[in-house]
C-alpha cells in the first residue's frame, strides 16, 4: 500500500510537536489501512508500537500533566491504547452501537436541523461482558483518544473533595476531543449507604450532572455500571442510548470460541458444542479458557485439547477453576465427561471433543447404564 503523503506530513508535524496523543491516533488509523489492504503483519506491528506506554511531552518540552487528586496525587484520568480484540454484540446491542456511532459522525447536519440528542452511551451488565472493550471500540471507530476514569478512584473519604474530583475530570476532558469513558459509574450510588453523607452525596450527584450538562454537543461521554438500578434517576435520563450487556447468546459464544480458540480459522465443529456447553459464561471467561488451551497447546508443542476445554467449561460452571488441565484426559476422565456431556450434546460432537471413535463413545454410555 503506497503511503498517502498527507499520513505523513501530519505524522510528522505531530512528532515534531511533541503530540503524543495525537501520534497515536494516526499510527492507529494507518494501521486500520494497512490491514484493510491485506498487510496485517505491518499493520500488527504498527498497532504493538501503538500500545506501548510513552510519555505525552508538549512542544515545550514538559510532560502534559493529567489530572490528579490534590492529596494522594493519583491520576484522575487514564488515557489507553484502542483496544486490538474485537467486540461481539448480539443484535440489539450491535444496532444501538451502530446507531450511535452514525449520530455522532453527523452531529453537525443533526444540530442543524435540532435533531441532535446528547452523545451518551449507557452500558450496563455484570463485570467481563465487554462494556470497557466496546468503550475502547466506539473511541477507535471515531478516530479520538480514550481517556478512562474510574469513579471508584474518583471517592475520597472526603465527599466534598469528590465533588472536587469530578469537576476537576469535566474541566480536563472538553478541549481534547476525546471520548470520556466513566467507569463503575454506581461507585456514587453505593455511597447512599452512609446516611450521614446523604446530603453532600446529593451534591456529589449535582456535579456529575452539572459536569455532563457543561460538555460541548460534540462531546461523547459513555458510562458503565454493573448495577443500574443503583444509579441516579437524573443521571439515567442523561444518557439517552443504552446498552444492556449479559452474559452472550450461543451464536456470540460460537463466535467467541471461533475467535480465541481458532484464531478466526473454521473450528465450527468444536466452536458449535463448545458455545452450548459454556451457556452463562461471559466473554472474558472464554478468552480466558480458550487462550489458556492454546498457550498449553503451544508450549507442550501438541494440538489443542478440546476435551480438556469442555471439562474446563464444566468445572468452571459448577464453581471450580477455570483453568483446562495441563496434561491429557486419563480414559476415566473421558468416561465421565463422556457420560456428564450425553444431554447436552451430540454423540458425534463429544467424539470429536474427546479426540475419540463415535462408537467409544457408545461405549461410554453403556458403561454408565
Known amino acids: 500500500m503506497p503511503l498517502d503523503p498527507k499520513h ?29 489492504a491485506g498487510n496485517e503483519g505491518a499493520a500488527k506491528e504498527l498497532r504493538a508500537l501503538v500500545r506501548k506506554r510513552g510519555v505525552p511531552l508538549r512542544a515545550s518540552g514538559y510532560v ?32 444501538v452501537f451502530r446507531d450511535f456511532l452514525t449520530d455522532v459522525q453527523h452531529v453537525d447536519e443533526l444540530s442543524a436541523k435540532g435533531l441532535a440528542s446528547r452523545l451518551n452511551l449507557l452500558l450496563s451488565g455484570p463485570p467481563g461482558t465487554g462494556k470497557s472493550l466496546l468503550a475502547g471500540h466506539i473511541a477507535a471507530n471515531l478516530g479520538r483518544p480514550f481517556y ?71 462531546a461523547v461521554v459513555i458510562a458503565a455500571t454493573n448495577h443500574a438500578h443503583l444509579l441516579d434517576p437524573a443521571i439515567w435520563r442523561r444518557f439517552p442510548y443504552k446498552i444492556e450487556f449479559g452474559p452472550p447468546e450461543v451464536e456470540v459464544r460460537a463466535d467467541l470460541w471461533k475467535h480465541f480458540l481458532f484464531e478466526d480459522k473454521d473450528g465450527e465443529q468444536i466452536a458449535d458444542p463448545l458455545s452450548v456447553l459454556s451457556e452463562g459464561l461471559s466473554g472474558a471467561d472464554i478468552e480466558t479458557i480458550a487462550l489458556t488451551a492454546r498457550r498449553h497447546a503451544l508450549l507442550d508443542k501438541r494440538d489443542i485439547d478440546f476435551g480438556a476445554v469442555a471439562l474446563a467449561i464444566l468445572n468452571f460452571r459448577a464453581g471450580g477453576s477455570s483453568m483446562p488441565q495441563r496434561t491429557a484426559l486419563e480414559p476415566e476422565q473421558k468416561k465421565q465427561l463422556a457420560q456428564g456431556l450425553k444431554e447436552k450434546v451430540s454423540a458425534a460432537n463429544i467424539a470429536r471433543l474427546l479426540g475419540v471413535t463415535r462408537q467409544a463413545v457408545y461405549q461410554y454410555f453403556k458403561q454408565e447404564e
Open 64 to 95: 502534559e500533566t493529567l489530572p490528579v487528586d490534590s492529596k494522594s496525587r493519583l491520576p484522575l484520568v487514564e488515557e489507553q491504547a484502542w483496544p486490538d480484540n474485537p467486540i461481539f454484540l448480539n443484535e440489539a446491542g450491535n444496532r
Open 148 to 218: 478512562v476514569v474510574r469513579l471508584d478512584s474518583v471517592i475520597t473519604s472526603l465527599l466534598g473533595d469528590t465533588g472536587k474530583n469530578i469537576r476537576t475530570v469535566f474541566d480536563f476532558v472538553p478541549s481534547r476531543n476525546a471520548v470520556l469513558f466513566l467507569d463503575e459509574m454506581d461507585a456514587i450510588a453505593k455511597l447512599r449507604d452512609d446516611r450521614n453523607e446523604l446530603g453532600e452525596l446529593k451534591r456529589v450527584v449535582n456535579t456529575v450532572i452539572q459536569g455532563l450538562d457543561s460538555l460541548d454537543p460534540h
Open 8 to 36: 505523513l506530513i501530519e505524522l510528522t508535524d505531530a512528532a515534531l510537536s511533541a503530540d503524543y496523543t495525537r501520534v497515536r491516533r494516526i499510527a492507529g488509523n494507518l494501521a486500520r489501512e494497512l490491514a484493510k
